[in-house]
Nanobody, 123 residues
Framework: QVRLIESGGDLVQAGDSLRLSCVAS????????MGWFHQAPGKERGFVAA????????AYKDSVKGRFTISKDTPKNIIYLEIYGLKPEDTGVYSC????????????????WGQGTQVTVSS
């Protein structure tokens, strides 16, 4: 059974840093693109960052470049999203997804999805 399980969400202060984790299991991920998405309260879910499993190519939403870093631990099948200098607008549910590059990065659509982890940033 394919599973993407996120963790690491928390209630934090503005300016803090946070590392989110997504454990991917149930299949081999060679050829897949792993993505992180953010859904703010009352808004649609949107693409944040992506990394290819095989080549470690990355992509970021323009507004998060320099503050968000995506990485992975291949032996452990974990995808990380590090967020620096958290802002109140970073509040929301962060979800992990897997799919092909075009779908994840350009269409915001994944073949597999996790349930998400809540990040709340207080000012």
């Amino acid at each position: 059974q394919v599973r993407l399980i996120e963790s690491g969400g928390d209630l934090v202060q503005a300016g803090d840093s946070l590392r989110l984790s997504c454990v991917a299991s149930g299949r081999t991920w060679t050829g897949y693109t792993m993505g992180w998405f953010h859904q703010a309260p009352g808004k649609e879910r949107g693409f944040v960052a992506a990394i290819t499993w095989s080549t470690n190519d990355t992509a970021y939403k323009d507004s998060v470049k320099g503050r968000f870093t995506i990485s992975k631990d291949t032996p452990k099948n974990i995808i990380y999203l590090e967020i620096y200098g958290l802002k109140p607008e970073d509040t929301g549910v962060y979800s992990c997804a897997a799919g092909d590059w075009h779908s994840i990065v350009e269409r915001g659509v994944g073949k597999y999805w996790g349930q998400g982890t809540q990040v709340t940033v207080s000012s």
